[in-house]
Structures are given as structure tokens and as C-alpha cells.
T-cell receptor, first 115, second 114 residues
Framework: DQQVKQNSPSLSVQEGRISILNCDYT??????FLWYKKYPAEGPTFLIS?????DKNEDGRFTVFLNKSAKHLSLHIVPSQPGDSAVYFC??????????????FGQGTILTVHP | DVKVTQSSRYLVKRTGEKVFLECVQD?????MFWYRQDPGLGLRLIYF???????EKGDIPEGYSVSREKKERFSLILESASTNQTSMYLC?????????????FGPGTRLTVL
């Protein structure tokens, strides 16, 4: 049972344009969402996060939008750069004393930004 | 700067061998995690630990065990390696037990079981 889904395995975008990566979740208990970026042969690195009490969080070129009613979030990258080419993972966590900071990850989306 | 290190970047083992993957973090984090990453499946949690000598099963613990004797070190053990355990293994750590805490990842170990 995949509780966090990234339905697009890959996305190709031209440099300078907007990249939009999507993520859907099913568990209503999730209260925090994170995006990670992963280059080949490296571990994932944290990119941006959003709490369920917000609907938008922005950090430079990166903005995450959360639609709780639709159980959907998206990551916007504007403008896209060739260095953004990587695998992007959406992750979610549920609060509570026994969560221990566990994250549930999506399958990942490979973003390719063409010069 | 948080650092999570893993003992090997690449490992090749034979079917039936016992395999140890080591992970060390230097930020005094309470929580440590082991994941495997496979194409199309994302990161799947194998085991995690929230304190020394404490461990909890993740989503895919079968065929694996873990050990956490010291706060900074978390080991993943494949008791009898099989070809379906060929994968990228990622270790992570995080500071506290609240929701939304960022996990810091090591560089990964690419394990091939022949």
C-alpha cells in the first residue's frame, strides 16, 4: 500500500522554464511534507518542507504547495537550471509520540533540465 | 555540518554470505534509519532506531537485522545475502522525535549479491 505516490517517473524541462513535480498521499495523519533531491551516487539531500497548517512555502527558486483537501502537494522550480537535474523524492511524516521522525517516501521523479 | 558516513560505497558479495553495512553519524542524533532504494520503488524503510539498543521494524524488515550498540553507530546485517537484496542502501539520522524533522543521509552503499 503506497501511501505516498509520485505518479510521474520522469519530467523533462527546458532551462529557464518552470518544473512542476507532483505528489499524492492517502494517509490523513500525515502532518509534515518534505522534498528531497538526489544526485547519482549520492545520498538524498533535503530541499524544502511544509507543515500541514500551511498551503505554501517558498525558498528561493523552490516553492511547495499543499492542497490538503485533495491530499496533493507539488514542488515548483522557477527558473529551472541544468544543475537541478536529479531525482526528486516527496516524503511525509505523521506526528505522535511513536513516530520517531519516520518518513514515508514516494517513488521519485527524475527531472531532466535541458540547456 | 552534519555528517553521515557509510563504511563502503560499493560492495560485492556472494549468495549466502553474511553482510555488515555500517553507518556512523557525528551529530549526536537520537534517530537512525536504514533504507533501500530501488528503481520505481523509491526509498523503503528497513529498520530504524530511536535510542541505543532500541530498534523497530520498518516496512521491509525480512531478511535483515540491525544493531545499535552506540548512539553514533547503526549497523545493518544481512544474515544470508540473496540476489534480491542487490540494491542501494542508504543510512539516515535525525535529531528529535517530532514530525517533520529533517533526515540527513549518508552517500549510500551499492550492494551487489551474486
Amino acid at each position: 500500500d503506497q501511501q505516498v505516490k509520485q505518479n510521474s517517473p520522469s519530467l523533462s524541462v527546458q532551462e529557464g522554464r518552470i518544473s512542476i513535480l507532483n505528489c499524492d498521499y492517502t494517509n490523513s495523519m500525515f502532518d509534515y511534507f518534505l522534498w528531497y533531491k538526489k544526485y547519482p551516487a549520492e545520498g538524498p539531500t533535503f530541499l524544502i518542507s511544509i507543515s500541514s497548517i500551511k498551503d505554501k512555502n517558498e525558498d528561493g527558486r523552490f516553492t511547495v504547495f499543499l492542497n490538503k483537501s485533495a491530499k496533493h502537494l507539488s514542488l515548483h522550480i522557477v527558473p529551472s537550471q541544468p544543475g537541478d537535474s536529479a531525482v526528486y523524492f516527496c516524503a511525509a511524516s505523521a506526528g505522535g509520540g511513536t513516530s520517531y521522525g519516520k518518513l514515508t517516501f514516494g517513488q521519485g521523479t527524475i527531472l531532466t533540465v535541458h540547456p | 555540518d552534519v555528517k553521515v558516513t557509510q563504511s563502503s560505497r560499493y560492495l560485492v558479495k556472494r549468495t549466502g554470505e553474511k553482510v555488515f553495512l555500517e553507518c556512523v553519524q557525528d551529530m549526536d542524533h537520537e534517530n537512525m534509519f536504514w533504507y533501500r532504494q530501488d528503481p520505481g520503488l523509491g526509498l523503503r524503510l528497513i529498520y530504524f532506531s530511536y535510542d541505543v539498543k532500541m530498534k523497530e521494524k520498518g516496512d521491509i524488515p525480512e531478511g535483515y537485522s540491525v544493531s545499535r550498540e552506540k548512539k553514533e553507530r547503526f549497523s545493518l546485517i544481512l544474515e544470508s545475502a540473496s540476489t534480491n537484496q542487490t540494491s542501494m542502501y542508504l543510512c539516515a539520522s535525525s535529531l528529535a522525535s517530532g514530525s517533520g524533522d529533517e533526515q540527513f543521509f549518508g552517500p549510500g552503499t551499492r550492494l551487489t549479491v551474486l
